[in-house]
């Protein structure tokens, strides 16, 4: 699975940690262009607030880009309505009407399935982006499968701006106003996991990766991997975990996350750490990645140099022994619903000292080992 930067400021050492409890990890401020790791220090903290969401992906929404893209959709689009209806003129029939939704956010989406000339289909793009400018329709987005990659270069002569691809598709995107535009930006953050796993023996689940910057250094890890597509952080950490070393276990909570920025491709990256009890013991690795896994005595896991010289694997070590030692509360998930949808979602929450500022001691929601 795809790992993350390990690299972080100095901190005190670790191994008097493994003598007695602390109650709290005080977090040090990283350089500019290091992350950050988040932890929670004392009380209740607040879950990261989700980005807003627009109609189509997850992204930042209202988030403005200025440059020559938007400069040249802004010129395009004055003349739009002049070409639309000289190209109506010339073309006649050739103008076919496009399949298009109405989106929820007073635009269109138009919704490519079939085969099109590309010239039929530039005189019928041209004929609905007058038609729509003048019914005060601001975003237009059209949806291209790869099989249609033909009409691309139409659609980019028109103005349009690529936005994002995935594997079967191109979305591009158009402002009809002669405004900046206030289309949410593509997805900005790539979601990862790491797992604390550790037995009744204090022997923490390690691993040696066959990639990555790693590969043949004989260094012991974390599990650690990529959320997939619309699985949830506690989904997705049983599952690396299980992929990686053949063990079954229970989630329990986020311990920690770590933001930081411009990691693959450009995005940023957030690292959820997770702890989790195993419910199995016997290790079966990986063989496509992992050259070995092991159960590791945790003094002989937090004694590698590599240990003492990466702080976030500091920090990882520090609070799954917190944890262990019910010295530290994390964020469990909660499952609501919400008010818009019928969708279930997780909610992660210190629900340990919820209960304890409200008073209620319901000893079903608290969360340990």
């Known amino acids: ?21 602390r109650r709290a990890i005080l977090p040090s401020a990283a350089p500019p262009g290091r992350g950050f790791c988040y932890t ?10 989700p980005a807003s969401r627009g109609a189509l992906f997850l992204g930042a929404a209202g988030t403005r880009q200025r440059g ?33 939704v109405n989106d929820k956010h007073g635009g269109v989406i138009i919704e490519m399935t079939a085969p099109m000339d590309p010239q039929v289909f530039s005189a019928s793009l041209k004929s609905a982006l007058s038609k729509w400018r003048e019914q005060g329709i601001r ?25 994002h691809a995935e594997e079967t598709y191109l979305m591009l995107a158009y402002w009809l106003p002669n405004t900046t535009h206030t289309l949410p930006v593509n997805a900005t953050h790539r979601v990862g996991v790491g797992a604390f796993v550790m037995n009744d023996k204090r022997e923490v689940l390690a691993v040696q990766e066959k990639s990555g ?7 012991w890890k974390f599990p650690t991997g990529v959320v997939e597509p619309g699985e949830d952080i506690n989904i997705g950490a049983v599952r690396e975990v299980k992929e990686e070393t053949g063990i079954d276990t229970e989630f329990i909570e986020v311990l920690a996350f770590r933001q930081s920025h411009k990691a693959y491709f450009e995005k940023s990256d957030l690292f959820f750490v997770c702890i989790l009890r195993p ?14 896994a092991q159960w590791i005595p945790v003094e002989e896991f937090a004694a590698q140099p590599f240990v003492q010289k990466h702080e976030l694997v500091k920090y990882i070590l520090e609070v799954g022994l917190a944890k262990s030692d019910k010295e530290y509360a994390g964020f469990s998930p909660i499952s609501i619903k919400s008010a818009f949808t019928d969708k279930q979602s997780f909610f992660y929450m210190n629900r340990r000292d919820l209960d304890k500022a409200s008073g209620s001691g319901n000893a079903q929601h608290k969360s340990g080992l």
């Open 68 to 100: 020559a893209v938007w400069s040249r959709t802004m010129s395009s689009s004055v003349n739009s309505a002049a070409v639309a209806e000289s190209a109506m003129a010339k073309n006649g029939a050739n103008v076919e009407p496009l399949p298009f």
């Open 139 to 163: 975003g237009v987005w059209i949806k291209l499968p790869i099989g249609l990659a033909n009409l691309i270069q139409s659609a980019v002569e028109e103005g349009f701006w690529y936005h």
């Open 40 to 49: 929670n220090l004392s009380s209740a903290a607040a879950p990261p607030r």
């Open 279 to 292: 419910l199995s013991f016997d290790i079966t690795k990986q063989e496509s990645e992992i050259e070995d």
């Open 1 to 21: 699975m795809a790992s993350h930067s390990l690299s972080l400021p100095a901190r005190t050492p670790l191994l008097r940690l493994l003598c007695r409890p």
């Open 213 to 219: 910057v790693l590969r043949g250094l004989g260094i």
